[in-house]
């Protein structure tokens, strides 16, 4: 009997100490904020944190304001599952339909980090997606915190027109901007720097980051003054420099609002109905914010790289300077931009003009030289729009190193071709995380990707570390100056990585002259393309002013 009694004491007991680890355990997994405890998970090496609110739900009469804080919580709150990503359109191309997806509770953040972690450099991400669709989770970060030793933070914030609005119904006060998304970026940073020791960061040592969309918010802040001061480094990937004038953005948001506003029986007709949504009427606002935000989300989709088709980030003068990037103005950083090779594959490749009778009626070949066309040049545009020029245009007034980074990997002019995209529009991704959506366009296992991606990590954990990508065995990365006009170029063979510190700058005056002595297409595919594929991208001023393309703005 007491050989029995033991043994059960024995069994109580050992229960007992499961049950004291497993509570201590997820005690380690709980840090302190400013509004409350979280408690995260483990992923792999990592620690995670999902969906920390940094502000309050920009819902009711807050939809179109300022964020403001969170509410404070007591008990410790749940952070071991994603938040739901902003409320947005997106194709489901399953059945190729348009999908509302999200919520408008959306200001949150993921942290990233690693047990023990104390003062490392902190990463904040900026999703892409034209600020119209995607989610902190584009890039998942469990592998950056252990490869770049830093802390990861990725952002949600608001989308589409409830992220961008500038009708002026809803500007009504001195200070008012329709810089929604922007007012949250700079809420999410002031709370990594009130926060981010906890989970082992520093808040002294900031890098924001961003790609696509995300990349491009990150070249505003550098002109932002409600950004001074809210980071110490940056890294824009895919980005380049892109504004919008406040006025012509509010008549194209009118002109996308007016069938709701007729459909509503506000007005008899659509030119009516924009007439009325560019006056600053309480009538107005007040049927803004009755609109339910699925109805919303759909509006000035499949933008398509075009500023035209949804206007965002407005020379408003408050968020913005009133003269965007020629402002003398910087909040100067140390500075890396990114661009693959061939980043207009994707843009190009699936663009509805290639279903329009003109093209169909091409033989299989023909096709392929008009999308062959586009690819090439708007790639060459692109790339240079993405990086060069926005050094080119930044340079006499920033008073902080440069450094330029072009992806050949996968391209025309690489050791590894990937046929159907080259190094496109993200080909830096599956360098940072496994996890990515890119799959069919190549494989990131080969040994010499991945000999190009622990480079590039290298370099990447220098620049978050101290603001410059080099350090021991390392080829020199100068920073770019219009003297030294130096990209550090990224590629691989079959087994190793081929790193080189080249001069790959062109101009849009040269792409185009390629361009008219080009004769892969009939002038009439050629003009076409030009016309319908090419135009009205954020890299396409001189192309359009060269070939007399129409404006899409009315």
């Known amino acids: 009997m007491k050989k029995r009694m033991f043994a059960l004491l024995l069994v109580m007991s050992f229960c007992l100490a499961l049950t004291a680890g497993s509570a201590l355990a997820d005690t380690a997994l709980v840090r302190s904020t400013q509004f409350g405890d979280v408690q995260g998970t483990e992923k792999g090496e990592s620690l995670v944190w999902y969906g920390i609110p940094y502000a309050t739900a920009p819902t009711g009469e807050l939809r179109w304001s300022a964020p403001i804080d969170p509410a404070p919580w007591t008990e410790a709150r749940n952070c071991t599952a994603p938040a739901e990503q902003a409320i947005q359109s997106a194709m489901d191309y399953s059945t190729f339909q348009n999908v509302i997806s999200g919520t408008e509770d959306c200001l949150n953040l993921d942290v990233y980090s690693t047990a023990g972690a104390e003062k490392l450099p902190v990463l904040v991400y900026i999703h892409g997606g034209n600020n119209q669709t995607g989610g902190s989770s584009e890039i998942e970060g469990s592998r950056i915190v252990v490869n770049n030793h830093c802390v990861y933070v990725s952002l949600n914030y608001r989308l589409g027109l409830l992220g961008f609005n500038c009708l002026p119904a809803l500007q009504t006060g001195a200070d008012s901007t329709g810089n929604y998304t922007m007012l949250d970026i700079a809420k999410a940073l002031d709370w990594v720097k009130a926060n981010i020791a906890a989970f082992g960061g520093d808040p002294e040592n900031i890098t924001i980051s961003g790609f696509s969309a995300g990349g491009r918010d990150v070249m505003a802040t550098l002109i932002s003054p409600i950004f001074a001061d809210k980071f110490n480094k940056a890294i824009a990937f895919s980005g380049g420099m892109t504004v919008a004038d406040e006025t012509a953005s509010a008549s194209q948001i009118a002109s996308a609002m007016a069938p709701l506003a007729v459909e509503d029986g506000k007005a008899a007709d659509e030119d009516a109905a924009k007439a009325w949504l560019l006056t600053d009427g309480s009538d107005v606002k007040e049927w803004l914010y009755s609109i339910a935000a699925e109805r919303l989300a759909p509006l000035m989709g499949n933008a398509g790289i075009r500023m035209s088709a949804f206007p965002h980030l407005y020379t408003d003068g408050k968020v913005l300077p009133k003269e965007g990037f020629a402002t003398a103005s910087y909040n100067a950083v140390p500075l890396l931009m990114l661009t693959g090779s061939t980043e207009f594959s994707l843009f190009c490749s699936f663009d509805g003009f290639y279903f329009s009778p003109l093209i169909t009626a091409l033989?299989?070949?023909?096709?392929?030289?008009?999308?062959?066309?586009?690819?090439?040049?708007?790639?060459?545009?692109?790339?240079?729009?993405?990086?060069?020029?926005?050094?080119?245009?930044?340079?006499?007034?920033?008073?902080?190193?440069?450094?330029?980074?072009?992806?050949?990997?996968?391209?025309?002019?690489?050791?590894?071709?990937?046929?159907?995209?080259?190094?496109?529009?993200?080909?830096?991704?599956?360098?940072?995380?496994?996890?990515?959506?890119?799959?069919?366009?190549?494989?990131?296992?080969?040994?010499?990707?991945?000999?190009?991606?622990?480079?590039?990590?290298?370099?990447?954990?220098?620049?978050?570390?101290?603001?410059?990508?080099?350090?021991?065995?390392?080829?020199?990365?100068?920073?770019?100056?219009?003297?030294?006009?130096?990209?550090?170029?990224?590629?691989?063979?079959?087994?190793?990585?081929?790193?080189?510190?080249?001069?790959?700058?062109?101009?849009?005056?040269?792409?185009?002259?390629?361009m008219e002595a080009d004769n892969t297409l009939p002038a009439e595919i050629k003009q076409a393309v030009i016309s319908n594929v090419m135009n009205g991208r954020w890299f396409s001023a001189a192309l359009d002013e060269y070939y007399g393309n129409p404006s899409l703005w009315h």
């Not at 830096?428 to 366009?441: A, D, H, I, R, S």
């Open 363 to 514: 033989d299989e070949d023909g096709q392929n030289a008009a999308k062959d066309f586009a690819k090439l040049y708007g790639s060459d545009m692109y790339r240079i729009f993405n990086t060069q020029c926005s050094a080119e245009a930044m340079f006499d007034r920033y008073d902080a190193n440069i450094y330029l980074c072009q992806i050949e990997y996968g391209s025309i002019n690489s050791a590894t071709l990937l046929p159907a995209m080259g190094s496109f529009h993200g080909i830096f991704v599956p360098m940072l995380t496994p996890e990515n959506g890119y799959g069919g366009f190549g494989d990131y296992t080969a040994a010499g990707y991945q000999a190009m991606a622990a480079k590039f990590n290298a370099y990447l954990t220098n620049f978050l570390a101290s603001g410059d990508p080099n350090g021991e065995n390392l080829d020199q990365w100068a920073n770019w100056t219009p003297d030294n006009k130096t990209t550090m170029v990224f590629d691989g063979n079959e087994s190793e990585a081929i790193v080189e510190a080249k001069d790959v700058s062109t101009t849009y005056a040269d792409i185009i002259r390629l």
